[in-house]
C-alpha cells in the first residue's frame, strides 16, 4: 500500500536501503576517526580524507611492491598511515595546541593539498586498478548482495563499536576522556599525557587509512578519492555533535541510508541532502543531535 | 590571484624584428585550458600542455620567425573559473588562442567569450555536438571527437548486434545531457527502444544505487553517458555487483585509454567504444607516444593530447598563411579553407561548421592473455571513414553551415 503510494516498487527501496548502509558504513567509520581526534586532542583534521586516500594506496602499494595481498593489508596497511600520523603529530600538530582551533585546521588542511598533489603527481588523477578479494555475492529477493559489500558492513561495525567501547567502557578510554579535561592533574598520577595524545591521534588516522583500505576494491583508488569524500563526513560530524563518538557512528549510517533514498527519489540532489540536512539541524540543535552544547 | 596561470616561453627565440610586427604584441600565444587537477587531469592535463609545446617545436615556429608562446591555467571543471580565465587571457594576457577545454559546459561557455572577442578557440576535450550545431559560431573549431561521432560509432554498432533496449547512466550537466541524446537518437534510429536513464553528479564515488536502477530495469544496454574517473567507478562497481554476469551489458560511450588502464584489463576486457586515435595504430602515433610517455611519468597519450597537438599545427599554419593572428574569425576561416595534415591525425579537412573530419575507429579492450606489452589495450576493429562519422552538416542547426 505504502509502497504503491510512492511509486517505487519495494525490491527496489529495499535494495537502496542497504546501498545507504554501505555507503553510511564509510561515513561512520571515517567521522568516527574525526570524534575521536576532535574529542580528544580538538584538532579538527583535515588530512583526514588525504589519510583515507594513503590508505587505499598503502593497500595498492603492498599489493604491487611487496605482494602482500588484501587480507595482509587491511592490517598492514592502517599501521603505515596510523605511524604516518604519529609522525605527524610530532612533527608540527603538536606545537599547535596552545592555539586556536583554527590553526590546527589550516595546517591540516594545507598538509592534505599537499600529500594530494604529491599522489596526483605521482600516480595520476585516473586512479589504479585494485582486485576484489571477494568476488561474487548472493541474490537476495530484493538485490544482489556483493559479498565484499556485505563485509565491509560487517567489517565497519565491529569498528565502529569496539572503538566506542574502547572509549567510553574501559579503563584506557577513561584515562583518555580524563585526560581531555584535565591533562596536569592525568600527568600527576604518573601517565604520560604527550604520549598518549600522539597514539590517539596515530589511531584516529589509523581508523582513516583502515577505511581506506575498505574503499580500495569498492571504488578507485585514487589521489581525490578522499576530497571527494572528506566534505560529506565533516558534514555528517557536524550533525552528530562534534566530538561525539556515538553520534558520528549512528549519523554516518542514518545519513548513508537518506542519502540512498535520495539517490532514488530524486538522484540530481543525492550530492547536496546531505548539507540540506545539516544546514536544518544547525537552525534546530546548533550542538548537533548528539553534541553537548558548550 | 583567482588562477593559477604559469606562463612558460616555448619557443622564445626570434629572427629579425619585423619579421612578427603583424601579429598581436609580436606574440602568438596560445592558452591551453583544461583540467589540470580533477578526474579530467590525466584524458587532458598537464599533457595537453605538452602536446602544444611540442607542436609547436614540430613546426618550426622559431625557425620560420614566428615567436611562439604556450601558457596553461586549470579550469577545475567550473564555467565561472573558465569563463574568468578566459577573459583575463583574451582581454589582458594577450593569448590569441584558447585550446583543449574538456568539460563542456566550460567550453560552451568558453565559445561565446571567444567570439564575443573575436578571438579563436580550438577545442580538443570537449565532447558537446551542440558546440558545432545550435552554439556554433566563426571563432570555433571542434577538433578531436564529439558525442554525436561517439553515438554513431559505439552505438551503432551495439544496435546492430542486437543490443535494442537501453538505459542511461548519464552525468548531470550539458555533456551527458548531449551524450544521452546523440545516443538514444542513434538506438531509436536503429529500431531501438530507450528504457530509462538516471542522472547523477558529476564526480560521483558511488554507482551501486544508479547501477541497481539501470539493472532493474532490464535494459539489455547500459549506457555510460559519463567520462573519467566516473566511468571507471561504473564499470569497477558493474563488475562487483553481477551486472555483467546476469546478463545486462555495458556501453562506455566516452572512453579514454587512461580509462582503460585504470580499470585493468581484466575488468575492462571486452568493452568496445569509440575513439579518435590510439598510440599504438602507427609508427608515427608510437613514436610521439614514446616522446610523451617519457615526459609525462610514463603515460600515454589519450586522443585528446593527440587533438590538441593536430590543431596547434594547423592553427600556426593558417596564421603564418595570414602572416597575422589578429582577427579570430579570419583566422577560424583560413583553417576552414586549408587542408589540414599532420603526422597524427593525417589528411582531413574542416567543415562550414567548424568540424573537423577525420577517421574514427572502432575499438575494443584486449584480453589480459592478449596484451604483450605496457599500455598495449586496444584491438581496432573497424575504421569509420570520415564521411560517416560526423553528423551531417544539415542536421546539426548550426547557422554557418553550408
Redesign the interface.
Known sequence: MLFELIGI?P??LF??LL??L??GAFYAMLSLGLAVIFGLLNVINFTHGAQYMMGAFAAWMLLEWAGVPYWGALVLAPIIVGATGIVMERLFLRRLYHLDHLYGLLLTFGLALIIEGVF???F??????Y??PL???TRLDF??L?W??AWIVVASLVICLGTWFLIERTKLGSYLRAAVERPDLVQAFGINVPRMITLTYGFGVGLAGLAGVLAA????V?P??GS??IIIVFAVVVIGGMGSILGAIVTGFGLGVIE?LT??FY??A??TVIFIIMAIVLMVKPAGLFGTPK | MRFKSLAISAAAVLAAGSAHAQYTNGTIKIGVMNDQ???????T?PGSTWAAKKAVEDYGAAAKGLKVEVVFADHQNKPDVGSNVARQWYDTDGVDVIVDVPTSSVALAINQIAKEKNKVFLGSGPASSDLTGKACTPNFVHWTYDTWALANGTGKAIVQTGGKDWFFLTA?YAFGHALEKDTGDVVKAGGGKVLGA????L????F???L??A??SKAQIIGLANA??DT??SI??A????IVE?GQKLAGMLMFI??V????L??AQGLNFTTAWYWDMNDANRAFAKEFAAAN?G?MPTMVHAGVYSSVIHYLKAVEALKSDADGAKVVAKMKELPTEDKLFGKGTIRKDGRKLHDMYLVEVKKPSESKYPWDYLHVKKTIPAAEAWRPEKDGGCSLAS
Do not use: C
Open positions: 516498487p525490491q527496489a535494495g537502496q546501498l545507504g554501505i555507503n596526483r603527481k605521482q595520476g588523477s585516473s586512479g589504479l586498478p582486485a576484489n568476488p561474487g555475492g538485490m544482489f556483493p565484499y559489500r576494491p569498492a571504488y578507485n585514487s581525490l578519492m571527494n569524500l540512498g539517490k532514488v538522484p540530481e543525492s550530492n | 587537477s580533477g578526474l579530467y587531469a590525466d584524458v592535463g548531470d538516471v542522472r547523477h553528479p564526480s560521483t564515488n558511488d551501486s544505487s544508479f541497481l536502477q539493472q532493474s573519467g574517473g571507471i567507478n569497477k562497481q563488475a562487483e555487483f553481477g546476469g587512461s580509462d588502464h585504470s580499470l585493468g581484466k575488468t611519468g603515460k
